[in-house]
């Protein structure tokens, strides 16, 4: 990395001084040096473009930080550290133009379903909606409270979307949650889980429920509820149960409140985006979950303690690891869902028509996929290798996979953090596995290369010759 910086900074400098030397020797009529020194800075300025810090540095982040098919930590689910990956490149077909991504002509809602359905019953290894999802509850509930029990009627689920980017309830082409992922996974909880609909709460309590989702949802399932920060127009305001969260350690001026509808609800379901996030380097399953605390909307009245990496990669405590171990988050969570139908560089603004994705199977497409897993942990290592891959330049991407290797190790962390969220002195033990695949080409894991641990990727891929 010292040398390609080297590089780089040489070439910068060199272009400058054979430009001025180049000008002396015209100015003294000695044309063969003045022309020589010429080609010899637009060499210079070739390079030192071609050769841009940022694309340097993330090379070697990628290479030296991100070390492949390092296992750590215990797979969770039916099949420990499954993530299934359904790819289906005809569901996504905006093209950039004034209406948004989301609208019913850009995004196929007959075409999520169909994802929903594959990724279900890829999940559990059963053929149809009806028994993935009880194959679902009973091995929650198996291994939470040592029961072979379903899901029973009186039991309340919360779904946890992520709508970072909205300011009202109005509508925002800003990458949020998908309206038909919401009414896809809506449609599969009553119609193939038996959930009432009355018994589902739909939620950011940080943010709004914007009318996309709402009105669309709303008129398909009335007696579902949803439940933002402020309220009205059909929503119910958020109210929180105080200290509901202390955290491992002291965690200053951090919201410490978590939303009824989570604390009150039997499951959660967490539905995040396939996103970057400046100082944390992405926004996953993990920091989805940040919406769920009593937070203002307003982020810049908040306080975002220990959420970024070191910058030197220091271990120390991260709050994301508290989220996926707290009872009423990540211990609560039956399935952990990306959104990852368009994707986007920043946690803020619209999907770009120039970041279409590149590399296999996209190719120029947008990424148009679908990732679920009941392993918290293993799904956020596979959407960091998704996006690292895909952006190797992006913002803060070093050691954004720190609280990851926190969360896999919990009971161990190399922070030496004794990670007990409640505070009633029970410490966190491994909270799910962690690796990055071998390349980007094969996104081979370990358990895909015959290993007993690590992550298995299922690729299930819709409509792809």
């Known amino acids: 990395m010292i040398s390609s910086f080297i590089i780089y900074l040489s070439s910068l400098l060199g272009s400058v001084f054979a430009f001025k030397k180049a000008r002396l020797h015209f100015r ?6 003045a022309f020589l020194l010429l080609i010899a800075g637009i060499v210079a300025v070739f390079s030192f473009v071609s050769n841009k810090a940022d694309k340097i540095y993330a090379q070697s982040v990628n290479s030296v930080m991100f070390e492949p098919n390092k296992p750590l930590g215990i797979g969770k689910g039916i099949f420990p550290g499954r993530v299934v990956w359904v790819f289906d490149p005809k569901v996504a077909n905006w093209d950039g133009g004034k209406d948004c991504w989301w609208t019913e002509e850009n995004l196929s809602q007959s075409e999520i379903i169909r994802m929903l ?67 896809a996974l809506l449609l599969s909880l009553t119609k193939a889980a038996g959930v009432p609909q009355k018994n589902i709460t739909v939620f950011d309590a940080s943010r709004f429920i914007s009318d996309n989702i709402f009105n669309k949802c709303h008129k398909a399932f009335p007696e579902v509820l949803f439940v933002d920060n402020v309220g009205g127009e059909g929503r119910i305001k958020a109210t929180y149960v105080d200290n ?53 909307w307003n982020y810049r009245k908040n306080a975002h303690n220990n959420f970024n990496p070191e910058r030197s990669g220091k271990p120390h405590y991260m709050t994301f ?134 992550i298995e990727l299922v690729f299930k891929p819709i409509h792809l010759k």
């Open 28 to 33: 003294h009529g000695q044309y063969l040096y």
């Open 117 to 183: 359905n594959v990724s279900l019953t890829s999940l559990t290894g059963q053929k149809d909606e009806i028994k993935a999802w009880d194959k679902l509850f009973r091995h929650f509930n198996l291994t939470k409270k040592g029961i072979n029990q379903g899901y029973r009627k009186d039991q309340k689920i919360a779904i946890k979307i992520n709508q970072n980017n909205t300011l009202r309830h109005k509508d925002t082409c800003g990458l949020n949650a998908s309206p038909q992922m919401v009414y």
């Open 244 to 296: 509901a969260i202390p955290y491992s350690m002291d965690n200053g001026q951090l919201a410490n409140g978590l939303a009824s509808c989570a604390v009150e609800a039997d499951y959660l379901i967490d539905m995040a985006l396939l996103k970057g996030h400046i100082g944390q380097g992405v926004t996953l399953c993990a920091k989805n979950f940040y919406g769920a605390t009593s937070i203002n």
């Open 321 to 454: 690891v508290d989220f996926l171990g707290h009872k009423d988050l990540g211990g609560k969570t039956l399935l952990f869902m990306i959104d990852g139908i368009y994707g986007a560089r920043s946690q803020d603004g619209p999907p770009l028509i120039k970041d279409k994705w590149k590399m296999e199977p996209f190719n120029g497409r947008w990424p148009s996929s679908l990732f679920v897993s009941q392993d918290g942990v293993a799904i956020d290592a596979v959407g960091i290798d998704f996006l690292r891959s895909e952006w190797p330049d992006l913002r803060d991407l070093s050691y954004c996979d720190q609280y990851l290797k926190e969360a896999a190790l919990a009971d161990n962390p190399p922070s030496k953090t004794v990670y007990d969220p409640e505070r009633d002195h029970i410490a966190c033990k491994s909270l799910g596995v962690m690796e990055h695949w071998n390349n980007s080409k094969e996104k081979k894991y370990s358990r895909n290369l015959g290993k007993k641990m690590g």
